[in-house]
């Protein structure tokens, strides 16, 4: 007798050989049971073993199978077994299959009369199938003795049901003779047939203990007999009964005891169902609802309402803030062995990372650490020390956080200093930092933590930036020293650094002696400045395809914080820093990876920008991070100044009174402002007049964009909602883009209407219409006056406007308002220094996704089965029509192959639409399976798709290859599909090119077709900006093939990154255009280095190996290309208008250098980035460089008054243009250079006589 068992559910292999074994001792049955689990069918190789298997089988049972790599091609094999077939507990394709005597799940009739149940039990599509199944084998359960004997076969359907979830080695075996005597022929009479044996559906659960434990009075009276010393504190720990029932739990009674073994009670309770809730409820809280743990601890590697492959975090987080402790997850391998996770660079595979750790984050789980899985081909559970030693000391250390008094806790505040030597120490994105930090002080102090108070904000930059700096001949004050000897001791792996950097104590944060602390004691708070990577004072580190160690101050930091001043936790202030993207695997971070050597036991809460839940996500997964977001500075219209100005009232008084000279002044300032408006006709006649307008309409149009373009002006603090008019200006943005009701106009929309316009029609003709320019304005300026009266407390009203019709906008507006004005940021850091439990939050701009504030709540990802969506592929491909009609028309025809860049966090925000647009230059689109998931990828057909298929190579960053292998995998199919399919060359450029690089690579075609390219696990960055940033190279050529070295690993279709820097030159050698979408209004593409790390690289390889510069093209997101109804612009255009509206405006500036420091040095990185588009892609203009001399640097009150600010960062732009000078890409007049040159000698003057 031969039973095939397919599960992902590692947990049953033992008990099922051991019940089979027990089978043939005690009735001489020849019986053998074959087990393939998650990891068997996660690998694509294994599946002939399982068709083979399934072909000689007696009866093969299938639970709990989701993953579409496994499903699909189980589907064939289980539907031609020629055997009984039952799938329990899966996806609805496979559960279907179910055909056991005269029962059937595929018939579309009732079984003798019971045509209500058959429905019932026959699968359906949906997001909630799996739940719905149990949930009514549940309930089916007190009708199995009742059952007719003709409805034997029903019953051996339900039973097995109940079988596989009271998996107790009694009840498998009583499964097990239930299918030899019932399916397998002669075995009939031989095997005894009884119903399953019920256990309790939550219980306590203790490896030492005889049986759970139906109640905590009994627990509790055992836990007395013991006599064990457990007063550190209590841990709630969940578990499935499916798991502590079966006989392969080790991993789970080390972690028990590991817990044990520090004092802590282990307090584990199991559920029935992939929902924990009512475990919660039963034995973690007390008779008044309140909780009787101290932290919550997950350890099934599911969600804690929905389980596998699905989650509802609504539910969760309502109860788990009625518990409120801190809630972490300790991951079991289900799709891997040990020994594979621990060769694995990744980590843990990306269906492990979908399924176990993504799911859990979206209820607001965190420090996803792996503490055992099976091991070896025998599927026996094996814990892994070194894990469970970390995982029980985290723990202690998060426990104690909720036990200890304030005034006893020690905390360290951690900064950042990146770019170093920049002016940048305490910098993070968006945040007025030394102002945060400050505030921040004085809410710990006020909540009894001892803290010596500067007396300003001000006072406190200078005690960390300034102090002793000049005297120790440091970057920040020192604030200790940790001796080589000491540091040797407390931070062994100091060894493992040394290969890479040489002897400790190394050349950063050193005097040659000593490792030197950097930072402020204040009290019982440490503020601290992190060191920098270390790779920035060493270019050469940068070709190498891996990061390998950090250096020797890095460690020395970290272990000063944990083992010398002894912090209770430490907080990293604002968006990013380095320690999360030290080397290691990218998830599931394994016992020698150094984010967790580094940061050990030490709590880690970090403050992080609301609108990066990409990088926030590495934070979270990769430093242990728990989140606690904050806004980002209030946005506005950017508005005209100075000669723009200056030009709209030219026009405007022309249009008044039409004169030749008044037309040529227009000229003139267009021109002197890079305006291209056209060439403007030379005669006055009517055809010439109306030629004038059309000229001056587009030049309208130009500054109406300007004009309406959405900045950011200053930095947020935290703990400081928006004032009155930043409110305005937020609602006013969120009510032109929020619908509340799907359908419903915007306010926008009903004002026009109002004003007798339609708007849509309004919007296409400001391009090249005054008057719609005028009637766009007026638009806006009435909805912003109506917002203003709602901020001031009045209704929401507009004249011509039914107050009904409103009525939901102003609900839906009144409800952000409240949120928005609620001070969270500092009380949620609070609350998670108090060991409580952070509420989750997406992650977005307020505009486009309002559900993010309040701030101060644990940011997450998104479920990563749910992209792209359905929005984002209407979006993507409306996008890609654009993109290639403006190529088309520019180039003559189609492009061939287009270069895209994809990032994490756009995608993250508009629910997958650059995955959306890379499927759609393919012409291919997602499917969904029978769960709603998004799980593979078909092309369209060449007739429906209208066009040949473009190639299309994406090279991704290390966050996207991360957080959306999925979304990668389904590129990467779709690239391969489209290579493989039987079309013309023609109407196929991946074909085409694909077929041209297999023989020219001498590889098969499918392997050519690979076009997804990344960083090689566990290293993160194209490492660009660091050589510009530094002004380390000679020849531009050098930025393309650094790029080339840091993206040249490829994916495969199971998922792995290999090598592959030949296939990536050939590839990139056939690109025309490349592109990137911009990810947001308030990060542009000067906003961040990155941009022009990615896309700039991306093109300076492009130009090396073509010999010419491609197209270069970004798009916008859609709800912020206001007065233009286009997406898709140049990378010049984009350039020109950011330059414009921000770096050269007097409102973006001005907001900066209110901030002082840290606005100035704010400045300078715009400075350097825009530089930074010179360097990849000679996208800059001559007026932009002599615009920021003049604006910055030649009016000496700007000039005085930013080197009194910030002078490192001031240096820093005056040594920038001079730079862009002297490599041609500047053509500034000897007078202006020379200038530049005394300004930089004076203030390199200044900054030496300072450090002397």
């Known amino acids: 007798m031969r039973i095939i068992v397919l599960t992902t559910q590692d947990n049953y292999t033992v008990g099922l050989r051991t019940a089979a074994a027990a089978i043939r001792r005690d009735h001489g049955v020849a019986l053998e049971v074959e087990v393939y689990t998650a990891a068997d069918l996660a690998d694509p190789a294994r599946m002939a073993a399982v068709a083979h298997d399934v072909a000689g089988a007696d009866f093969v049972l299938g639970a709990m199978l989701f993953g579409e790599a496994y499903v699909r091609p189980l589907e064939p094999i289980l539907a031609d077994a020629p055997c009984p077939v039952a799938v329990i507990m899966s996806n609805p394709a496979l559960t279907r299959l179910t055909r056991i005597g005269k029962f059937s799940l595929a018939s579309q009739s009732g079984e003798d009369g019971h045509g209500g149940l058959m429905h019932a039990l026959r699968p359906r599509h949906g997001h909630g199938e799996v739940s719905r199944q149990l949930t009514l084998v549940k309930s089916l359960t007190r009708i199995l003795k009742f059952l007719p004997g003709r409805f034997r076969d029903l019953h051996s359907f339900i039973s097995l049901h109940q079988f596989w979830v009271h998996n107790s080695p009694e009840n498998l075996q009583r499964m097990l003779c239930m299918i030899g005597e019932r399916y397998v022929p002669g075995m009939k009479g031989r095997l005894p047939v009884e119903d399953p044996h019920l256990y309790p559906d939550v219980a306590l659960w203790h490896p030492d203990a005889p049986a759970p434990f139906a109640d905590l009075r009994s627990y509790e009276k055992w836990?007395?007999?013991?006599?064990?010393?457990?007063?550190?504190?209590?841990?709630?720990?969940?578990?499935?009964?499916?798991?502590?029932?079966?006989?392969?739990?080790?991993?789970l009674a080390a972690l028990v005891r590991g817990l044990e073994a520090r004092g802590l009670e282990a307090r584990l309770a199991y559920t029935a169902t992939l929902d924990n809730r009512p475990a919660l409820d039963t034995f973690f809280k007390d008779g008044h609802g309140r909780s009787t743990v101290d932290l919550l601890l997950t350890t099934s590697g599911f969600a804690l309402a929905g389980g596998m492959a699905q989650s509802r975090p609504e539910e969760a987080r309502e109860a788990l803030e009625t518990l409120d402790v801190s809630f972490h997850q300790a991951i079991p391998l289900v799709f891997q062995r040990v020994e594979e996770w621990l060769r694995d660079e990744r980590g843990l595979s990306p269906m492990h990372i979908a399924m176990n750790v993504a799911l859990a984050e979206l209820e607001g789980a965190t420090e996803p650490l792996v503490y055992g899985g099976p091991s070896g081909d025998s599927g026996v559970a094996v814990p892994v020390p070194e894990q469970i030693e970390r995982l029980a000391e985290r723990t202690a250390r998060r426990v104690a956080l909720r036990?200890?008094?304030?005034?006893?806790?020690?905390?360290?505040?951690?900064?950042?200093?990146?770019?170093?030597?920049?002016?940048?120490?305490?910098?993070?994105?968006?945040?007025?930092v030394f102002a945060s930090v400050y505030r921040l002080l004085g809410a710990l102090q006020t909540a009894g933590y001892r803290v010596e108070l500067p007396a300003s904000a001000e006072a406190l930059r200078h005690m960390v930036v300034e102090g002793n700096a000049l005297a120790s001949g440091a970057d920040a004050n020192v604030a200790a020293y940790l001796s080589l000897e000491e540091y040797r001791r407390l931070f062994p792996a100091y060894a493992a650094i040394e290969p890479f950097w040489g002897p400790a104590p190394g050349q950063i944060n050193s005097d040659g002696r000593r490792l030197q602390i950097l930072g402020r004691q204040l009290g019982n708070v440490f503020v601290g400045v992190q060191p920098t990577f270390g790779y920035e004072r060493d270019p050469m580190r940068m070709l190498m395809a891996r990061d390998a160690a950090p250096h020797h101050g890095f460690a020395a930091f970290y272990t000063w914080i944990d083992r010398v001043f002894a912090a209770d936790a430490v907080v990293h202030i604002g968006t990013h820093g380095a320690l999360e993207f030290m080397p290691g695997k990218q998830a599931g971070l394994g016992p020698g990876c150094w984010p967790g050597r580094l940061l050990g036991g030490l709590p880690n809460i970090y403050y992080y920008c609301v609108n990066n839940p990409s990088e926030g996500t590495i934070a979270k997964r990769r430093g242990a991070a728990t989140l606690v977001s904050y806004l980002v500075p209030p946005v506005q219209h950017a508005g005209l100044y100075k000669g723009l100005r200056q030009l709209?009232?030219?026009?405007?008084?022309?249009?008044?009174?039409?004169?030749?000279?008044?037309?040529?002044?227009?000229?003139?300032?267009?021109?002197?402002?890079?305006?291209?408006g056209g060439e403007t006709p030379a005669s006055q006649d009517a055809e010439s007049a109306l030629a004038i307008e059309r000229h001056l309409a587009r030049l309208g149009h130009e500054l109406l964009q300007v004009e309406q373009r959405l900045i950011p002006v200053g930095l947020h603090v935290l703990g400081r909602p928006p004032e009155a008019d930043e409110l305005t200006d937020i609602l006013t943005l969120v009510a032109a883009f929020q619908r509340p009701a799907p359908g419903a106009p915007t306010l926008p929309e009903r004002v026009a209407a109002a004003m007798g316009f339609d708007y849509t029609a309004l919007r296409q003709a400001v391009a090249r219409d005054a008057a719609a320019q005028q009637h766009w304005r007026a638009v806006e300026d009435r909805c912003r006056e109506a917002i203003g009266r709602l901020v001031a407390g009045a209704p929401l009203s507009v004249t011509g406007v039914a107050t009904e019709e409103l009525a939901p906008l102003a609900t839906f507006l009144r409800d952000l308002l409240a949120r928005l004005r609620a001070d969270n940021e500092l009380r949620g850091l609070l609350n998670a220094l108090a060991g409580g439990y952070t509420p989750p939050s997406g992650g977005n701009d307020v505009v486009r996704d309002p559900s993010v504030v309040p701030t101060g709540r644990n940011l997450h990802g998104l479920d990563p089965y749910r992209m792209p969506s359905e929005a984002a592929q209407l979006a993507g491909a409306g996008c890609v029509r654009e993109l290639l009609a403006r190529l088309a028309a520019e180039q003559g025809a189609l492009p061939e192959t287009v270069a895209m860049v994809l990032w994490g966090t756009d995608n993250i925000k508009t629910g997958g639409e650059g995955v959306a647009q890379a499927l759609a230059l393919i012409g291919a689109r997602a499917i969904t399976d029978e769960l709603g998931k998004v799980s593979d990828v078909a092309l369209i057909p060449l007739a429906e798709l209208g066009r040949p298929r473009v190639d299309v190579v994406c090279t991704v960053s290390g966050i996207f290859r991360d957080l959306m292998a999925h979304q990668a995998m389904l590129i990467d199919r779709a690239a391969r599909l489209a290579a493989m399919a039987d079309e013309p060359a023609a109407d196929n450029f991946v074909r085409k090119h694909a077929l041209a690089q297999a023989a020219a690579l001498g590889v098969s075609v499918e392997e050519a077709a690979a076009r997804v390219f990344s960083n090689a696990p566990g290293s993160y960055g194209a490492n660009v900006n660091h050589l510009v940033e530094q002004s380390n190279w000679q020849d531009d050529q050098e930025l393309g093939e650094?790029?080339?070295?840091?993206?040249?690993?490829?994916?495969?279709?199971?998922?792995?990154?290999?090598?592959a820097r030949p296939l990536l030159e050939s590839v990139l050698g056939t690109v025309e255009a490349t592109f990137q979408n911009v990810d947001s209004i308030e990060t542009g593409i000067s906003d961040v280095d990155h941009y022009y790390e990615y896309l700039g690289g991306v093109t300076k390889s492009v130009e090396r190996l073509r010999g010419a510069r491609p197209t270069v093209m970004v798009a916008e997101v859609?709800?912020?290309?206001?007065?233009?109804?286009?997406?898709?612009?140049?990378?010049?255009?984009?350039?020109?208008?950011?330059?414009?509206?921000?770096?050269?405006?007097?409102?973006?500036?001005?907001?900066?250098?209110?901030?002082?420091?840290?606005?100035?040095?704010?400045?300078?990185?715009?400075?350097?980035?825009?530089?930074?588009?010179?360097?990849?892609?000679?996208?800059?203009?001559?007026?932009?460089y002599q615009g920021v001399a003049e604006t910055y640097l030649l009016d000496e009150a700007m000039r005085e008054r930013l080197a009194r600010l910030n002078p490192q960062a001031t240096a820093g732009m005056a040594r920038r243009l001079l730079e862009a000078s002297e490599r041609g890409f500047w053509q500034a007049d000897e007078e202006t250079l020379e200038q530049l040159r005394g300004i930089y000698a004076d203030l390199e003057d200044r900054l030496e006589g300072v450090t002397e």
């Open 223 to 251: 836990q007395r007999k013991r006599r064990l010393k457990l007063d550190q504190g209590v841990v709630g720990l969940l578990s499935l009964r499916v798991i502590t029932l079966g006989d392969n739990v080790a991993h």
């Open 1042 to 1059: 650094v790029f080339m070295t840091r993206k040249g690993f490829a994916m495969t279709p199971s998922g792995e990154w290999r090598e």
């Open 648 to 676: 709209k009232d030219s026009i405007d008084q022309y249009r008044q009174r039409p004169d030749a000279g008044l037309l040529e002044t227009i000229d003139e300032l267009a021109q002197q402002l890079g305006l291209a």
């Open 403 to 432: 036990r200890k008094a304030n005034a006893e806790k020690r905390i360290a505040l951690v900064l950042f200093n990146y770019p170093p030597n920049m002016g940048s120490i305490g910098t993070a994105a968006y945040l007025d």
């Open 1118 to 1184: 859609e709800a912020f290309s206001g007065a233009s109804s286009s997406r898709v612009r140049s990378l010049e255009q984009m350039v020109r208008l950011e330059s414009r509206a921000k770096l050269l405006n007097p409102k973006w500036f001005e907001g900066m250098l209110a901030h002082g420091y840290e606005g100035a040095h704010e400045i300078e990185v715009r400075v350097s980035n825009t530089y930074g588009w010179s360097a990849t892609a000679g996208a800059v203009d001559g007026w932009i």
